[in-house]
C-alpha cells in the first residue's frame, strides 16, 4: 500500500534545468531514507541523490554541484532539482524509498524519463 511516484521529466536542452518531483503516501518521515536513481539504456540503475530522515544528503560525483535533493514535508514530496543538463544524464529517473518497521522494506517509483539533447 506504500507508493512513490514521479513526475516532471521530459526533454531539455544542454545546460538546461528540470525538476523531479515524487509523492509518497506516507508521511515521507516514515522512511528512513529516500533517494533518486536512474538507469540510462542498456546500462544498471544507479544511485544519484539520497536523503536520509534526519537530512543528511549525499551525490554522485557525475551530478555534484549540478543537481540538489531536496524535501517538502508538508506534502510529503521530494524534488531532484537539476541543473546544467548534460547529455550523459538522460536516463529513467526513479524514485527509492526505504523504511525500517522491524524489518527493512524498500519502494520503486514507476520512473520518470529525462532526456537531454539538442
Known amino acids: 500500500q506504500v507508493q512513490v511516484v514521479e513526475s516532471g521529466g521530459g526533454l531539455v536542452q544542454p545546460g538546461g534545468s528540470l525538476r523531479l518531483s515524487c509523492a509518497s503516501s506516507?508521511?515521507?518521515?516514515?522512511?528512513?531514507?529516500m533517494a533518486w536513481y536512474r538507469q540510462a539504456p542498456g546500462k544498471q540503475r544507479d544511485l544519484v541523490a539520497s536523503?536520509?530522515?534526519?537530512?543528511?544528503?549525499n551525490y554522485s560525483d557525475s551530478v555534484k554541484g549540478r543537481f540538489t535533493i531536496s524535501r517538502d514535508n508538508a506534502n510529503n514530496t521530494i524534488y531532484l532539482q537539476m541543473n546544467s543538463l548534460k547529455p550523459e544524464d538522460t536516463a529513467v529517473y526513479y524514485c527509492?524509498?526505504?523504511?525500517?518497521?522491524?524489518?527493512?522494506?524498500?519502494?520503486w517509483g514507476q520512473g520518470t524519463q529525462v532526456t537531454v539533447s539538442s
Open positions: 527509492y524509498a526505504r523504511r525500517i518497521v522491524w524489518k527493512t522494506s524498500e519502494y
Open positions: 536523503i536520509t530522515r534526519n537530512g543528511d544528503l
Open positions: 506516507l508521511n515521507i518521515f516514515s522512511f528512513s531514507a
